[in-house]
């Protein structure tokens, strides 16, 4: 399947509709069933220690997956998280912005499954792990 948005149209996407979190997110890459979605690590992601907050990597998680089914259904705004199970699996490395990995696993009618993994940019070992599923607003 081929998206139907691609990075750029993804971002005006979320600016316009997620006014909120602008400049949080980046959308670096977008493929078939795949996105990499940056979260721009700032003061207000952190959590007492300095590392990146459970929030802020569900967050991004959550925004990931969302923007794998947009690549694909197009501009829905109404798509809703109607799941979500994150495993924090290692501190994020101070000061490094995160990097999250979201795939489709199912893409159907009136659901998408997607598996989504977060990186400390530069490591190669994921800190969270997390599996979303997403209501799709009726056509």
């Known amino acids: 399947m081929t998206p139907v948005m691609d990075a750029a149209a993804l971002t005006v ?5 997620f006014p909120q979190v602008h400049g949080d997110f980046i959308v670096e890459r977008v493929a078939s069933m795949e996105v990499s979605v ?11 220690g300095g590392t ?14 969302y923007l794998a089914t ?3 259904i197009g501009p829905k ?8 199970s994150i495993d924090f699996m290692r501190k994020p490395a101070a000061g490094c912005d995160l ?9 159907g009618r009136v ?3 997607g598996d ?19 209501s799709i607003p009726p056509r």
């Open 99 to 107: 990097i999250c990995q979201a795939r489709l696993l199912k893409l």
């Open 77 to 84: 705004a109404l798509a809703v998280t109607t799941n979500c």
């Open 38 to 48: 940056r979260l721009n690590v700032a003061e207000r992601h952190l959590r007492p």
């Open 13 to 17: 996407f979320l600016e316009r509709e």
């Open 111 to 113: 659901l998408a499954v």
């Open 116 to 134: 989504a993994l977060i990186f400390s940019e530069g490591q190669d070992r994921a800190v969270a792990r997390a599996g979303l599923t997403y």
């Open 70 to 72: 947009l690549a694909m």
């Open 52 to 65: 990146v907050s459970g929030p802020a990597m569900f967050a991004l998680a959550d925004v990931a997956i």
